[in-house]
């Protein structure tokens, strides 16, 4: 193993080097930074860009997707460009930071999209590409049409290996003390600060299961 492997550039293992280290300097426990739901959540990726505008009525836009929050609703936050964070490893759901705090936003199609990763939606979106170019279409991709891909047959054994190097993924996460991203238990939730650097992660209160109140809802049309 690595670390039980004489280094050439200490001469000692990195185990050896470490435990050195640690006679020398102390723990420094104060410096140590916890891997608790507040570092997950500032560590979710954003978008190139960093920020999504408000469409009115729909809400803003990351990698095809549609997500919404009642914090939208204000016609001063329409049109506004809002900082922006998702979650790689559950495309159901997506944060903006709006009046100072962060809110928790649903995609559209949410039961199709809550538990799917980033990943699944790429592979999903080249899929649809190269089936369109088959066609001689030009066809948009949208919510719509990747919802009723990742739903049909023909999307399973495309993306079925992609979803178990997921799980995979996530068990590494949680043996490291992470949480993977869950399903929200409300349609909203915020999340207090002065600013997107500053302002705390969603919190869930302890011993509180959570519950999908989205199950069995009606799947509607894309909105015109």
Same mark, same amino acid.
């Given at each position: $193993?690595?670390d039980?492997?004489? +280094? %050439?550039? %200490?001469d *000692?293992?990195?185990?050896?080097a470490f435990?050195?280290? $640690?006679?020398?300097g102390? @723990?420094r426990?104060?410096c140590?930074? #916890?891997?608790?739901?507040?570092?997950?959540f500032?560590?979710?990726?954003?978008?190139?860009?960093g920020?999504?505008?408000?469409e009115?009525?729909r809400?803003?836009k990351?990698?095809?997707?549609?997500y !919404?929050?009642?914090?939208?609703?204000?016609?001063?936050?329409?049109?506004?460009?809002?900082p &922006?964070r998702?979650?790689?490893?559950n495309i159901g759901i997506? +944060?903006a930071?709006?009046?100072? +705090? !962060?809110?928790?936003? &649903?995609?559209e199609?949410?039961?199709?999209?809550?538990?799917?990763s980033?990943?699944? *939606?790429?592979? #999903?979106t080249?899929?649809?590409r190269? =089936? $369109?170019?088959?066609?001689?279409?030009e @066809?948009?991709i949208?919510?719509?049409? *990747? #919802?009723?891909? *990742?739903?049909?047959?023909?999307?399973?054994?495309?993306?079925l290996i992609?979803? %178990? =190097?997921?799980?995979?993924?996530?068990? @590494?996460?949680?043996q $490291?003390?992470?949480y993977?991203?869950a399903?929200?238990k409300?349609?909203?939730?915020?999340?207090?600060?002065?600013?997107?650097a500053?302002?705390?992660?969603? /919190?869930q209160? /302890?011993g509180e299961?959570e519950?999908? @109140?989205?199950?069995?809802?009606? &799947?509607?049309e894309e909105?015109?």
């Amino acid at each position: $193993m690595y670390d039980t492997s004489i +280094h %050439l550039a %200490l001469d *000692l293992t990195p185990r050896e080097a470490f435990q050195r280290g $640690m006679t020398r300097g102390g @723990v420094r426990s104060h410096c140590t930074i #916890a891997y608790d739901e507040t570092f997950r959540f500032f560590s979710l990726p954003t978008t190139a860009k960093g920020t999504a505008k408000v469409e009115p009525g729909r809400g803003v836009k990351v990698n095809h997707l549609y997500y !919404w929050s009642e914090e939208f609703r204000p016609a001063t936050i329409e049109h506004t460009q809002l900082p &922006i964070r998702y979650d790689p490893f559950n495309i159901g759901i997506a +944060h903006a930071f709006v009046g100072g +705090h !962060w809110v928790q936003c &649903i995609s559209e199609y949410y039961l199709q999209f809550k538990g799917r990763s980033e990943r699944e *939606l790429l592979l #999903a979106t080249a899929e649809l590409r190269k =089936q $369109m170019r088959n066609h001689d279409k030009e @066809v948009s991709i949208t919510g719509k049409r *990747l #919802a009723e891909f *990742l739903a049909s047959a023909e999307a399973h054994e495309a993306l079925l290996i992609q979803r %178990l =190097q997921d799980a995979e993924a996530q068990d @590494v996460l949680a043996q $490291m003390g992470g949480y993977p991203g869950a399903v929200p238990k409300e349609q909203k939730k915020r999340f207090d600060g002065a600013d997107p650097a500053k302002s705390p992660a969603p /919190q869930q209160e /302890q011993g509180e299961k959570e519950t999908d @109140v989205y199950a069995g809802l009606e &799947i509607y049309e894309e909105y015109q």
